[in-house]
């Protein structure tokens, strides 16, 4: 398989599920509490033609991104979740659940948080898509 073939199949940049804007609320809170500490995410979300924007509060970009979608009805469990550099950029492998089906999907970006939430948004269309 050509890798413009595997990109199509496991990072699919289009479906029925999309992203737009995305960004942590609350970027430049002071440090002074010990531990983690739940971050506020936003994001500007298409599913079909109605597009919206969710909130969550997260420890991560990956939390709240599957929680916005949960919220949205559509379920998706991160089982397995690799990161490598790729020719300068970042490539995030994940392989996720809805519960009744399980897929592998890639994202591939400059930066690590794009590529993990690409991944996410490319393993709900590909598991979408296999319900269907």
Not at 47 to 76: C, K, N
Not at 94 to 100: H, I, M, S
Not at 109 to 118: E, I, M, N, Q
Request: net charge negative; hydrophobic share 40%; with cysteine.
């Amino acid at each position: 398989m050509s890798f413009d073939a595997f990109q199509e199949t496991y990072a699919p940049t289009s479906g029925p599920l999309r992203l737009g804007n995305w960004e942590c609320t609350d970027a430049e809170r002071p440090g002074g509490s010990l531990g983690p500490q739940a971050r506020n995410y936003q994001a500007t979300i298409a599913v079909g033609d109605r597009i919206g924007t969710s909130t969550a509060s997260a420890s991560g970009p990956i939390g709240a991104l599957t929680e916005m979608l949960h919220a949205r009805g559509i379920a998706v469990e991160v089982r397995e979740f690799h990161q490598l550099p790729a020719d300068g950029a970042t490539a995030t492998y994940v392989r996720g659940t809805d519960g009744f089906h399980e897929s592998w999907a890639m994202g591939l970006a400059d930066d690590a948080t794009s590529s993990a939430l690409r991944a996410i948004i490319a393993c709900a269309n590909r598991l979408y898509a296999d319900c269907t």
